[in-house]
T-cell receptor, first 111, second 111 residues
């Protein structure tokens, strides 16, 4: 059974500082997703990582994938209040990309 | 393009009542999914459909049925609602480049 773990579940960040959050998964997969969710809203796709060593960047967020270590990281550069949200990682399995989600990490950026 | 739409947005049911959640997409994607989201649990896959006329169980299918009426529409039916089915339900589709697009969600309360 595929398990996806995100730690910590809550992170308080200070504006302007850098942070990294992690996503570990238990079995081989070559598809890793990062989503953002604001309270009461749907999921917004941030990154789709499809191969070992893949790195993608969008604004202050950069995601990477190490399939050998079964680990993805999401690096936040110079945190700003607008990044406050819950971030989910999910791992895709099979041709139909059935997703298994982590429990999410709630990020709160304080002044 | 509307993307992925869901109806209704909110619903309150009494235990034992039935209802159907509707999902439609205009992106011409083959695969469609139903997830539920509970507090602190991330999203869990209920059912998915790889193509018109086919459906398969996900992680938590008990108490639900689905119908893939055509390529655009994928409905989720609760035959006899239970309080444990109180949740937020999301429909999603899969693009050719493995990205999943989520609908706005249906917030269901069963009393």
């Amino acid at each position: 059974e595929l398990k996806v773990e995100q730690n910590p579940l809550f992170l308080s960040m200070q504006e302007g500082k850098n942070y990294t959050i992690y996503c570990n998964y238990s079995t081989t997969s070559d598809r890793l997703y990062w989503y953002r969710q604001d309270p009461g809203k749907s999921l917004e796709s941030l990154f789709v990582l499809l191969s070992n060593g893949a790195v993608k960047q969008e604004g202050r967020l950069m995601a990477s994938l190490d399939t050998k270590a079964r680990l993805s990281t999401l690096h936040i550069t110079a945190a700003v209040h607008d990044l406050s949200a819950t971030y989910f990682c999910a791992v895709g399995a099979g041709a139909n990309s059935k997703l298994t989600f982590g429990k999410g990490i709630t990020l709160s950026v304080r002044p | 393009n509307a993307g992925v739409t869901q109806t209704p947005k909110f619903q309150v049911l009494k235990t034992g009542q039935s209802m159907t959640l509707q999902c439609a997409q205009d992106m011409n994607h083959n695969s469609m999914y139903w997830y539920r989201q509970d507090p602190g649990m991330g999203l869990r896959l209920i059912y998915y459909s790889a193509s018109e006329g086919t459906t398969d169980k996900g992680e938590v299918p008990n108490g639900y049925n689905v119908s893939r009426l055509n390529k655009r529409e994928f409905s989720l039916r609760l035959e006899s609602a239970a309080p444990s089915q109180t949740s937020v339900y999301f429909c999603a589709t899969l693009s050719d480049w493995y990205e999943q697009y989520f609908g706005p969600g249906t917030r269901l309360t069963v009393t």
